[in-house]
DNA sequence: AAGTCGGGGGA
DNA sequence: TCCCCAGACTT
């Protein structure tokens, strides 16, 4: 087992990418790197790094930003309660660390958004204290090269994992062996087609040995995916229009949408009229449409949604209904679900 | 233990 | 299509 940690930081030391956070040792941007990162590849979160970095140098920045503005910066990305659970941090560590960000693994632990691995990663690369990361990447290698068939979404595998990295971190080179674990799965044991001819395991390698390599990582569960149906009321009123911000539990938390019903089932234009969500806004009347987009389908990782967008006419305004009334020049302001930015540069809307 | 939370990219 | 990504949180 002495091998693993000896040829991977070697390996690491002469592979590693050139990143922005590799070249720092302000634990702050380190922090913001690894909740970007989660469950986000590398080439997708760079860029939304170096906004952050740019708009909030430092912890105390963070804090005092407007919410909006956070998500704003985030937008596109996904998985929102990141962003919301990265400014509510930065301002638990402004209040409660004097905005010094903690240096001991449970402190780390305990700030929203942080789990094991997001906190053992901080706390070795950071700060060299030893506990091992776990997370895609480090499955996918120790199955690999260990040949372990333990599901790695079940509890047994979890700590069967965690367990195993652990007896493998060589205790002063926490920062580089974690680093260099994640770095080698991304860019050699990688999901699809590993460059298993020039791994520097293939000799030891017991997944190799046995060609179970595409077979490892096991994994137990899949996901349900479920279709929603999304018709977008859009008010345009001389030059305004109205949008609203989501709450509660469902998808896209703290984003902005249009007034929206929802349904079940596919919805046409009549159908849509006859709603009683919709007669009853005005009172029995039918609106005016005066525009009915093309069906936009957007896929996420549980949901295929089916959105409509439809324009109705100013007379009917909602101005009975509890919608923000924005200038549509002032559109790009807020942040929206990647589905209504595409809908938003259509209409040229935004630009 | 199972569900839920985004969006992009590769094969 | 399906799978995965420097996972965390809620139920």
Redesign the pocket.
């Known amino acids: 087992m002495d091998f693993f940690a000896k040829r991977l930081i070697k390996w690491y030391n002469f592979n590693k990418r050139e990143?922005p956070?590799?070249s720092t040792s302000d634990p702050y941007k380190i922090w913001l790197?690894?909740i970007i990162?989660?469950?986000?590849?590398?080439?997708?979160g760079l860029s939304y790094y170096l906004k952050f970095i740019e708009h909030f140098p430092t912890v105390k920045d963070l804090a005092k930003a407007p919410e909006d503005k956070v998500m704003k910066l985030w937008q596109?990305?996904?998985?929102?309660?990141r962003a919301r659970?990265l400014h509510e941090a930065a301002k638990t560590i402004v209040k409660e660390h004097n905005a010094g960000f903690p240096q001991s693994y449970n402190e780390i632990r305990a700030l929203?958004?942080?789990?094991?691995?997001?906190?053992a990663?901080i706390a070795s690369i950071a700060y060299g204290l030893p506990h091992a990361v776990v997370?895609?990447?480090v499955?996918?290698v120790l199955s690999r090269v260990f040949e372990i068939e333990t599901p790695i979404d079940?509890?047994a595998g979890k700590k069967e994992f965690y367990e195993l990295a652990n007896e493998l971190l060589p205790k002063k080179s926490a920062a580089d062996f974690n680093?260099a674990i994640?770095?080698f799965?991304?860019l050699y044991c990688r999901?699809?087609?590993p460059d298993c001819a020039n791994c520097i395991f293939n000799d030891k390698c017991e997944a190799f040995r046995t060609q179970k390599v595409n077979q490892l990582p096991v994994?137990a569960?899949?996901?349900?995916v479920k279709d929603r149906y999304l018709n977008y009321i859009v008010f345009v009123d001389n030059g305004y229009t109205y949008i609203n911000k989501r709450e509660g539990?469902?998808?896209?938390?703290s984003l902005y949408e249009f007034y929206l019903i929802e349904s079940d089932k596919r919805n046409n234009e009549a159908n849509l009229l006859k709603s009683k969500e919709l007669v009853k806004i005005w009172k029995g009347k039918a609106p005016r449409i005066i525009n009915v987009s093309k069906e936009y389908k957007?896929i996420?990782?549980?949901?295929n949604l089916h959105a409509r967008f439809y324009q109705i006419a100013l007379e009917n305004s909602p101005h009975h209904l509890k919608l923000k009334k924005v200038k549509i020049a002032q559109l790009n302001k807020y942040a929206f679900?990647?589905?209504i930015e595409k809908y938003l540069k259509d209409e040229d809307l935004i630009k």
């Open positions: 990143l956070w590799r790197s690894e990162l989660q469950q986000t590849q590398v080439n997708q596109g990305l996904g998985y929102y309660s659970n929203k958004g942080v789990g094991d691995y997001t906190a990663a997370d895609g990447n499955y996918r079940s509890t680093q994640m770095e799965g991304a999901p699809q087609n994994k569960k899949k996901t349900k539990k469902d998808i896209w938390k957007h996420l990782s549980h949901q679900p990647r589905l």
